[in-house]
């Protein structure tokens, strides 16, 4: 069993920062990437950054220079830095697991979701 915890979400102004969090546990054994995404109701979940096992990291052009990521992989927990906020990045901002790996169960692979934090930007 993995679970997957978000926090940090909020209401907040346009220019102002914010700082989500993400905790996994349960038996991980292994995963390809950690990240983030978020999604806005009526449109496609979209990739904002995440960081893979060999440390490449990959932003979203929409916030790159803006938001900033960090992983600590044997911490299996996520940061996510926004700093400057736009209204357009008001969402529902999901951490994921990539390809995690539980222990006992070697080769299978699969992808975990956090419940979601919101992020409200007023302008």
């Known amino acids: 069993q993995v679970q997957v915890v978000e926090s940090g979400g909020g209401l907040v102004h346009a220019g102002d920062s914010l700082r989500l969090s993400c905790a996994a546990s349960?038996?991980?054994?292994?995963?390809?990437?950690m990240g983030w995404y978020r999604q806005v109701a009526g449109k496609p979940r979209e990739l904002v950054a995440v960081v893979l096992r060999s440390g490449t990291i990959n932003y979203a052009d929409a916030v790159k220079g803006r938001f900033t990521i960090s992983v600590d992989h044997a911490k299996n927990t996520a940061t996510l830095q926004l700093n400057n906020l736009k209204s357009e990045d008001g969402a529902t901002y999901y951490c994921?697991?990539?390809?995690?790996?539980?222990?006992?169960?070697?080769?299978?692979?699969?992808?975990?979701w956090g419940q979601g934090t919101q992020v409200t930007v007023s302008t």
């Open positions: 349960g038996n991980i054994d292994s995963m390809y990437a």
């Open positions: 994921t697991l990539v390809g995690l790996v539980v222990t006992g169960a070697p080769g299978v692979a699969m992808d975990y």
